[in-house]
């Protein structure tokens, strides 16, 4: 009988403690303002130039923002500061990819990878351009049906949106006597440093379709392949939590 006593009254001091250390944790858990959006999308063009034929699901883009609401008086709008991280990419189903440096006609023009000598016995399997940026959204107003339960409630958000280049470069997959690589050459390969578009968010709850839309253009003036003046648009859809 003591022993059981005694097997009982650990159990319970036991229990006790893991409840006071999950009460503590609960005490000490950061309650951070605003919320975070991960945006996942496909990635289209615009004017595209020769040789820059995109691939659907390769062609993809992921956000990692941070939005900080402020209501907009009693009204059901709110005023939605942001910004965060966008890693895009394009995946060309040719195999094209951009040179290492700019061509003698003044451009970064697409070329064929078997034209560069250290690819004249290979075989490819993917070439993708990769840009990386910092985005901030200075403009983003949101409509809410139930502001005071945004975890249920319809909204529709517009905002704009500006960028600068982090980093960028070429992947090119490839095969050569059996042996499998991965050659990447990083640097700007004529992309625009700089950019800005407009966006909107349509959902319920934590849950959000989005469309941004690049109204500068891809590559910067008069160094993209044959100068061309490409423009970029993102559609897919969002979750955000906290």
Same mark, same amino acid.
């Given at each position: 009988m003591f022993k059981r006593l005694i097997v009982v009254a650990l159990a319970l001091t036991i229990s006790g403690s893991l409840s006071a250390q999950e009460k503590k944790r609960k005490a000490y858990k950061p309650d951070i303002p605003g919320f975070f959006l991960i945006d996942f999308g496909l990635n289209s063009v615009f004017s595209s130039p020769q040789y820059f034929t995109k691939g659907f699901w390769g062609s993809r883009t992921l956000n990692l923002y941070y939005h900080y609401p402020v209501p907009i008086g009693n009204s059901k709008f709110s005023y939605n500061p942001g910004g965060g991280f966008s890693f895009e990419r394009f995946k060309l189903t040719n195999n094209y990819t951009l040179p290492q440096q700019i061509q003698a006609d003044g451009y970064f023009d697409l070329i064929n990878p078997n034209t560069l000598a250290a690819f004249s016995n290979a075989s490819f399997k993917k070439s993708m351009i990769v840009s990386n940026y910092f985005d901030i959204m200075p403009l983003e107003f949101r409509f809410d049906t139930n502001p005071k339960d945004v975890s249920r409630s319809f909204n529709v958000a517009i905002g704009g949106r500006v960028g600068?280049?982090?980093?960028?470069?070429?992947?090119?997959?490839?095969?050569?006597?059996?042996?499998? #690589?991965?050659?990447?050459?990083?640097?700007l390969h004529g992309l625009n440093q700089f950019r800005y578009g407009a966006y909107t968010r349509i959902g319920i709850g934590n849950f959000n379709f989005f469309g941004f839309y690049n109204i500068s253009p891809y590559f910067a003036p008069n160094? +993209?392949?044959?100068?061309?003046?490409?423009?970029?648009?993102?559609? #897919?859809?969002?979750?955000? +939590?906290?």
């Open positions: 600068v280049l982090m980093e960028s470069h070429t992947k090119i997959k490839y095969s050569e006597n059996g042996v499998n #690589g991965v050659y990447k050459d990083k640097q160094k +993209g392949p044959a100068a061309t003046i490409m423009n970029t648009m993102t559609i #897919g859809i969002s979750l955000n +939590g906290l």
